[in-house]
């Protein structure tokens, strides 16, 4: 603000310039340019190109050099010069003030309807949100747009556009805006059908030839005539005589999944750290914590004596509920509030994980998990995750740009 100027905008008459057309360089240099002449201040400024066309606001004092009628004159033939419009519209004060509450809404689709988007925004409206700004994230290989929403409290929010979200067919995120959302944080995944491909117990089975069996026991659990110990215990026992050699060869059948390799490298570029918590082996996730370079890692572990498996499991399961301990642990360790964790996970046996993270996304879930969990991503690309927190297409790109460099 010049001397002139009071520091509360709220009664001051101002000016709202909005430039649009055709983009190209030097248009805000120019406009800039145009009304430095004018003396006026500028209070709020926002500029937005979608397929190269550009629309360009600025809200600034009424002039204290020469008239405000001047001052259209000016803007408007500088615009017809471009051949641009100018619209130039008086008021009092800057944009009201938002309401209590902020949060931002990331939708992802595959594609993203009309449909959809109308009917997360009148949902956003319904909750007593206001929509303050909407930019796009990704366009590729999921369009994702983020909502910057005022006015409706988080909670309420989240749970009435997830409940949106399973009748559209869209994955949405809410989280509380603020400072800590680019704070360093923890991210915690599960490893079978999440991170990997694959279920690593089928592995070593396939090998073993005892695929049925295991499925039978698996069946069982989900069944619920069995819980996750006693299914371990009961499918581990199926590997005994095994060769300890076959570790290495389902090591090398172990399959990430499309996009966690991007995943990881983008979180740890941005300061996060990385761990994974799995049901299944530590034979197959030190190897994974060397490969990717996750900061925590922690599973069972397969027995081996005298080059053989012998059919058990040693030290403490990792179940449902230790997931849930080793996420608290690992948020000790490194020195972040569970609230600013992230957990990850596509399994019932994930979900006290799920819930005791800041934020709990199901990955490519079964409807129990999905219905539990704070939001879901239902595409087969694990690097969607980073859309959910706020980080965009272009920044992914730059950090594969620099990590081929």
């Given at each position: ?218 069946a069982a659990a989900m069944r619920g005539e ?41 979180l740890k570029r941005l300061g996060y750290q ?37 059919g058990r499991v040693t030290g403490e399961i ?88």
């Amino acid at each position: 603000m010049s001397a002139s100027q009071p520091t509360d905008t709220a009664d001051v008459p101002t000016l709202l310039v909005k430039i649009f057309g055709k983009d190209r360089p030097g248009i805000t240099a120019g406009l800039f340019d145009t009304l430095a002449a004018f003396s006026v201040d500028v209070i709020d400024l926002e500029q937005v190109v979608t397929r190269g066309r550009i629309v360009l606001c600025a809200l600034v004092t009424e002039p204290t050099t020469g008239s405000a009628g001047e001052l259209r004159s000016t803007i408007h033939s500088w615009a017809d010069s471009l051949r641009m419009q100018a619209e130039i519209i008086s008021g009092i004060g800057d944009n009201r003030p938002r309401g209590v509450g902020r949060s931002h809404v990331t939708v992802l689709g595959h594609p993203l309807t009309a449909e959809s988007t109308a009917s997360i925004a009148a949902c956003i409206t319904a909750t007593g949100g206001n929509i303050d700004r909407i930019f796009r994230l990704a366009k590729y290989p999921v369009t994702a747009v983020e909502f910057a929403v005022s006015g409706a409290e988080t909670g309420l929010l989240r749970t009435a556009l997830a409940t949106e979200a399973s009748v559209l067919g869209v994955d949405v995120a809410v989280v509380s805006a603020g400072l800590h959302r680019r704070a360093q944080r923890l991210i915690v995944m599960d490893v079978d059908s999440t991170l990997i491909q694959d279920e690593v117990i089928e592995l070593f089975a396939a090998h073993a030839g005892c695929e049925d069996e295991v499925a039978e026991v698996t069946a069982a659990a989900m069944r619920g005539e069995l819980d996750f110990e006693q299914s371990l215990h009961a499918r581990v026992a199926l590997l005994e005589g095994l060769d300890a050699s076959v570790v290495d060869k389902v090591r090398s059948e172990v399959r990430l999944t499309p996009g966690a390799r991007t995943l990881i490298r983008t979180l740890k570029r941005l300061g996060y750290q990385v761990g994974v918590v799995s049901g299944g082996f530590t034979q197959v996730t030190d190897d994974l914590r060397e490969r990717l370079g996750l900061d925590f890692a922690h599973a069972n572990t397969l027995e081996i004596v005298d080059g053989k498996l012998t059919g058990r499991v040693t030290g403490e399961i990792v179940d449902r509920a230790g997931k849930a301990r080793l996420l608290r642990r690992f948020a000790s360790e490194a020195g972040v509030p569970l609230a600013q964790t992230v957990a990850i996970g596509d399994g019932a046996n994930d979900l006290d994980m799920l819930n005791a993270a800041g934020l709990g996304i199901a990955f490519n879930a079964k409807p129990l998990v999905r219905a539990a969990a704070h939001t879901a991503v239902n595409v087969p690309f694990l690097d969607a995750v980073l859309y959910l927190l706020g980080v965009t297409r272009e920044e992914v790109e730059e950090v594969e740009a620099a990590t081929e460099d």
